[in-house]
């Protein structure tokens, strides 16, 4: 008898906070986070919904080019590719579910968001806007 898949269950256990090139506050989110090899491969794989205000960041010991893909992913995302002072590189809005296509940050990146397709226009978050996040204590 086969088995039924197991929908991931992820922990937001960080808050990620946008900003404008003025330094002002644009938004924030509740993010899972993937900081090791098999957190970051598994990603936002098999999640099959997720909150306006959620999503996952991805962080990373260099910073290099990226590239993601979105293998058994369900939900378009919009991809925010992030240096390592924090400056937003590259966004690329609503990927397309299941892909194999590399999504490429083209310049050297350290931390990567994901977050549900057209977020990123909903609240004006642009290429050059910048990121902080923290990530509460689990003790």
């Known amino acids: 008898m086969p088995t039924l898949q197991q929908d991931p269950v992820l922990e937001f256990v960080a808050e990620v906070i946008f900003y404008d090139d003025a330094q002002q506050e644009i938004t924030r989110i509740d993010a899972a986070v993937a900081d090791d ?7 936002l794989m098999n999640v099959r919904s997720m909150q306006d205000d959620q999503g996952m960041i991805f962080l990373f010991e260099q910073e290099q080019p990226r ?3 979105m293998m058994n992913t369900f939900l378009s995302l919009d ?9 937003i590189v590259r966004i690329h809005r609503y990927t397309t579910p299941f892909s194999q ?17 057209g977020f990123t226009v909903v609240h004006d978050i642009n290429e050059g806007d910048s990121i902080s996040f923290s990530i509460r204590d689990q003790g």
């Open 101 to 117: 296509e590399g999504i490429l940050s083209e310049k050297p990146a350290k931390y990567v968001v994901e977050v549900k397709a």
């Open 67 to 69: 590239s993601f893909w």
């Open 37 to 43: 090899d098999r957190e970051r491969a598994a990603g």
């Open 79 to 87: 991809i925010v590719y992030v240096n390592a002072a924090m400056e």
